[in-house]
């Protein structure tokens, strides 16, 4: 055979390796977290027998492909346990005691409560305190203990209300006689195991020990708390609180203490805070004597240190790759931090599947966490496609197609020169 044909032959062999290649990257377009592949060409040489130092050339032969790491477009998904790596690094996997590295981010729960990858069923890797790699699960999260109120802080207005059923003061006389009527207001609190318990509080309206000359609004209100049961409870403080003359707590007469005594016998301090002295943001006072219309008082608790047993809700990643668990009593927790690895030599990973690489040689990854050392930034709710690009494949196509019909009509003249020279007796 003739070096022409061996040079065409190589050709159309190269041409169908680099279409094959193409075809692959092709079919894996939609999978998430792809890396294509980029296939090479050499030529193909031979060493002149006579003379010394000289190649003849053999055509063509493919040197295999490599793969592209360049990252993919990150989409958003609205899944909240997908997360997608904008940078260096890659997630970690386990199954059946091998460690797996990948881009593709679609993470889910699995029967057992253990986070998994979607497409292979393998356990995805946190770090843990010590910087070693653990499964990620959900069973402990699935309930938050209860924590015991100690600090309650009301807001609200105590409007004052004169009691119409006393004998109303002789007309010229002293008004500071003049009597108003008690508010009562329920709130909730949380013992030491986290069971809601309804207390009612008492304000009485008592006139200033100081009486301000030509001020007939009282300014103290004396407080008694009682339990669900009806029961008194203990005041550790002074049993009043006092508000100046714009109707705002004065210091140190803007909080109360008391104890509150569980069935089983605990006691639990708490204390009401009715707001900041000379400050309108927590609980104020008004005469409705003065301003009409305002006559209903209300009570409201705006924040209270103690919550009750919570429910696990949902949970996701947050911008840190941290699994953030969110529960029916209002309070979220924090837990494993996703586990990032990456390789000072990319070519020591080898592809198993279009997104799933494993470390040859036993190549040891760096372990880290997201935005720290070099590694990406966590994207959540979302995932990394595929880096193929359709037009690059499409031209690669062109090219290989063209390459193959060429090689094939350089064999085919060769052919018909070949049987012309025969038929004329040349050879």
């Known amino acids: 055979m003739s070096s022409i044909y061996y040079n065409s032959l190589s050709g159309m062999q190269a041409a169908s390796s680099g279409l094959d290649n193409v075809s692959n990257n092709m079919a894996n377009m ?23 130092g000289q190649q003849t050339s053999q055509g063509v032969k493919s040197l295999g492909n490599s793969v592209n790491y360049q990252q993919g477009q990150i989409q958003k998904t ?84 004169e009691d119409k059923s006393t004998t109303p003061p002789t007309p010229g006389g002293d008004t500071s006689d003049k009597k108003y009527l008690p ?54 403080s002074q049993d009043e609180i006092q508000f ?11 909080k109360i203490g008391f104890t509150y005594v569980s069935d089983n016998g ?65 309070q979220t927790r924090k837990s494993d931090l996703i586990a990032l690895a990456n390789f000072s030599d990319l070519s020591t990973l080898n592809e198993i599947s279009g997104n799933l690489f494993v470390s040859t040689d036993h190549a040891k990854p760096e372990l880290s966490q997201a935005g720290v050392n070099g590694f990406g930034q966590i994207k959540t709710n979302s995932v990394e496609l595929s880096n193929v690009d359709p037009s690059t494949e499409f031209a690669d196509i062109i090219v290989y197609q063209r390459m193959f019909q060429a090689c094939s009509e350089v064999m085919q003249v060769e052919k018909q020169m070949l049987e012309n020279l025969y038929k004329n007796g040349g050879m």
């Open 30 to 52: 939609k999978t998430n977290g792809y890396k294509k592949r980029t296939q090479f060409f050499s030529e193909l040489t031979k060493e002149h027998p006579d003379y010394l």
């Open 78 to 161: 609205g899944n909240k346990l997908d997360v997608a790596l904008d940078g260096n690094g890659f997630f970690v996997l386990k199954k059946d005691g091998k460690t797996f590295y990948t881009r593709d981010g679609e993470f889910d729960f699995d029967h057992n409560g253990i986070l998994v990858d979607k497409i292979n069923g393998a356990h995805v890797q946190a770090l843990d305190k010590n910087g070693a790699l653990k499964d990620i699960s959900i069973t402990d999260e699935r309930e938050i203990p209860g924590k015991p109120s100690s600090q309650i802080e009301l807001s609200g207005k105590l409007a004052l209300q």
């Open 183 to 236: 508010i009562s207001q329920n709130i909730t609190i949380y013992d030491q195991n986290g069971q809601e318990h309804q207390l009612t509080i008492l304000l009485t309206p008592k006139k200033s020990d100081v009486p301000t000359p030509g001020v007939t609004t009282p300014h103290n209100w004396q407080i008694s708390i009682k339990d669900e049961h009806g029961k008194t409870l203990q005041i550790t």
């Open 244 to 254: 100046d003359l714009m109707g705002q707590p004065q210091l140190g007469f803007n």
């Open 266 to 330: 605990q006691k639990q301090a708490i204390t009401l805070n009715f707001g900041e002295p000379n400050s309108s943001k927590g609980v104020t006072q008004i005469d409705n004597s003065l301003t009409p219309g305002n006559n209903d008082s209300k009570l409201e608790k705006t924040k209270d240190d103690g919550f009750g047993v919570g429910k696990l809700m949902d949970c996701q990643f947050d911008s840190n790759g941290q699994l953030v668990y969110q529960y029916s009593n209002g």
